[in-house]
DNA sequence: CGCCGCACCAAACGCCCGTTTGGCAGCGTG
DNA sequence: CACGCTGCCAAACGGGCGTTTGGTGCGGCG
């Protein structure tokens, strides 16, 4: 209760995300921006030096909350079904708890500048990397099929964690973790009912 | 050989699709896609009257190709298991076959005007819908577990076909049948290894 | 009280946007 | 040869863009 209002920096970034997430970066303008925020187009150069920072910051950030919730992760010992079970929850939480800039980051990175595309490349590889280890881990140590294709299956995972971002809806009844729970379930078991009859 | 060149107003649209797929729709000028084409930027009118009729002729020509091919699964009598693993194929053929105007499809629908965006909201729910029903089918018969949330699993598995767009490379290894097959065995099978323990 | 610095406004800058206009070569047809 | 049509160019239009600039009201501090 020291200061009620968050600092006006903070306030334009939550509004670029909102405006870059719903009309796209260079759909938005930095006189919407700014009418947003009840404010005219030059003033907001008091607080920032430029439109691309913006979507820097706000790529940027959605960067280090990816990094934090998978990277703890990676040096954990359990079985590899239950890690990929946690890592995609965290993955869908992060992306949940930060649609806007999750949005802006899938969508926009493109029309970064060359240095903050290329650190955006680099993070994605990264996270690629993060499931490929994953899940070679699991097919050594027995959990996982033995004849999963490591590529093909870490596109499957990122597939249904990065895709939520279209549709999921914060505030509605599923909670991220119901989404992970349910979407490990179905990747883990199978959709494929237990028959008995089988080639 | 009647005639060697396609239609300057295909050029332009693949051109467009090219464009817009890069760089996005909003960041491509007329006068980028008229040099792409080398011609100027006023010349391109006297064969389209604007640049959202190009937005809305790309997305409508991959509205159509989906449409096309999954239309034609929905009455055919076959094993929900054996009919989900050929939408899969179709669906993903189709985005492979078009990776610039599905790009476009996916990520500039936003910026439609709002009659065009009813429709592309329209068509959303009308796969949405067939893919539900698909998976109620394969519950109904037996041939899919019992216990699947429709809606999500509905979700999971157009992550995996719509997701294809951000990595498939066409000309690479991967064939979309091997892509489809691949996908559908882990998703039908599971990832998880037959151990024979299990609660 | 006098002063500073902060947050903002109003206006302007040069540039690029989508689109329109008028004109002009080339060419197939009468 | 004259005609009109097609496909394009060069230039211009009004307007919006990101950003800069000079000025102003105001709260806090010496």
Redesign the interface.
């Known amino acids: 209760m020291t200061d009620t209002a968050k600092p006006r920096r903070e306030q334009i970034l939550d509004s670029a995300s909102r405006l870059f997430s ?3 970066y ?2 938005t303008s930095m006189r919407d921006l700014a009418g947003d925020l009840g404010m005219q187009g030059g003033s907001l150069y008091a607080h920032i030096s430029s439109k691309e920072e913006l979507l820097i910051e706000i790529v940027n950030q959605a960067s280090r909350q990816f990094d934090e919730a998978l990277f703890t992760l990676r040096a954990e010992a359990m079985p590899a ?1 239950q890690k ?1 079970r946690e890592a995609m929850y965290r993955h869908i939480r992060v992306v949940a708890d930060n649609m806007d800039s999750a949005t802006v980051f899938f ?1 926009e990175w ?2 970064l500048s060359p240095e903050a595309y290329a650190r955006v490349t680099g993070w994605r590889d990264t996270i690629d990397a993060f499931y490929r280890e994953l899940i070679t881990q ?1 097919v050594q140590e ?5 004849d ?2 490591i590529k ?2 870490a ?2 995972v ?3 964690v ?3 971002y279209t ?1 999921y809806r914060p505030g509605g009844s599923l909670a991220p973790r119901d ?1 992970a729970e ?2 490990a379930d ?10 008995g009859a089988q080639p």
């Open positions: 719903e009309r796209g260079h759909a079904d990929l969508h493109k029309h699991g027995g959990t996982l099929r033995a999963l294709d093909m299956t596109y499957l990122l597939s249904a990065n895709w939520a549709w989404v349910q979407f179905m990747l883990l078991g199978g959709l494929r009912a237990p028959t």
